[in-house]
């Protein structure tokens, strides 16, 4: 089992920054990847943004060159960094980590809600 507890979110006006994190605590050693979605008002859930054990990263397309997805294995802990905040930003994050062990499994965080407005 992987446990997820989110921090970060809030208010914040357009043009602004938030950082979330996301740390991880259980069967951390099998994790494999862990990302960001969100899942705006109105929209379907979606990929923002994912880190593997590697270091590859890869972004949605509306927030490449905005977010930065990192981890510190010591801390056990992922965050996205989000600059240049937009409206069309606002959404529930929730922070997900997959593992494989006999099998894929998906974690999910509570979500932390992100507001972007003036």
């Known amino acids: 089992q992987v446990q997820l507890v989110e921090s970060g979110g809030g208010l914040v006006q357009p043009g602004g920054s938030l950082r979330l994190a996301c740390a991880a605590s259980?069967?951390?050693?099998?994790?494999?990847?862990m990302g960001w979605y969100r899942q705006g008002p109105g929209k379907q859930r979606e990929l923002v943004a994912t880190?593997?054990?590697?270091?590859?990263?890869d972004y949605a397309d509306s927030v490449k060159g905005r977010f930065t997805i990192s981890r510190d294995n010591a801390k056990n802990t992922v965050y996205l960094q989000m600059n240049s905040l937009k409206p069309e930003d606002t959404a529930v994050y929730y922070c997900?980590?997959?593992?494989?062990?006999?099998?894929?499994?998906?974690?999910w965080g509570q979500g932390t809600q992100v507001t972007v407005s003036s």
């Open positions: 259980g069967s951390i050693a099998s994790i494999y990847a």
């Open positions: 880190i593997v054990n590697g270091g590859n990263t």
């Open positions: 997900n980590a997959r593992r494989f062990v006999i099998g894929w499994s998906n974690y």
